[in-house]
């Protein structure tokens, strides 16, 4: 009895634990998607998630390790937003805008920050690869068609074509609508792949 008990307690304090880390990684993913990196304080953070700063500098070490932890949930929480049917263009491109819709503001601030913090370079590189590999996975079957350097040309052309950086051109500075941003990200998806087929002579 004594070590079922023992374990009982031991598994609630874990799942307590978990609960906990994941409160706090919620509570600044809120900020960061929010505000701007170095506005962001552990103070705030704990606020939010109802604990202290010391809870969070013991599990975390510090904000850079709050946020190297934050960013690998952010980035399942993206991937969850952007499945869709490999090859299905509009599907994906319909995925690509709602998840902009939710992080892009907030990413384009950490792009804007990057050269001024390590921790902020070593996380958008990690996103930059992330968001390649999606690509290449989401048009896998265009892309196998080509010759090697015609795939890593449309690659490259395809990252550009669904690129945060495309969505706030569109979105941001040209004040277009998320579905007019949509239809246009579409439109340049399409095109890449035709033009890319055109030139393998398929």
Do not use: C
């Not at 598994?11 to 906990?20: G, I, V, W």
């Not at 070593?122 to 690869?129: D, H, Q, T």
């Not at 941001?172 to 579905?179: C, K, P, Q, T």
């Not at 949509?182 to 087929?197: K, W």
């Amino acid at each position: 009895m004594k070590s079922t008990a023992r374990h009982y307690h031991q598994q609630a304090r874990a799942e307590s634990s978990e609960a906990t880390g994941r409160r706090i990684i919620d509570a600044f993913l809120a900020r960061l998607l929010n505000q701007w990196f170095d506005e962001i304080t552990l103070d705030r953070v704990a606020e939010d998630a109802g604990v202290t700063v010391q809870t969070i500098v013991r599990r975390f070490g510090s904000k850079d390790g709050l946020l190297a932890s934050a960013v690998k949930v952010m980035a399942v929480q993206i991937e969850a937003r952007r499945t869709a049917p490999a090859g299905n263009v509009q599907e994906l491109v319909t995925r690509l805008i709602e998840d902009y819709e939710h992080t892009g503001d907030g990413v384009i601030r950490l792009l804007a920050l990057e050269p001024r913090y390590p921790a902020l370079q070593e996380v958008l590189e990690f996103g930059r690869k992330e968001h390649r590999r999606w690509v290449a996975t989401a048009f896998a079957e265009p892309l196998s068609k080509l010759d090697a350097p015609g795939r890593a040309n449309a690659l490259d052309a395809l990252v550009v074509a669904m690129d945060v950086y495309t969505w706030k051109l569109l979105r941001r500075d040209m004040g277009r609508s998320a579905a007019g941003t949509g239809r246009t990200m579409t439109r340049l998806t399409e095109q890449t792949i035709a033009a890319s087929n055109k030139q393998n002579g398929r």
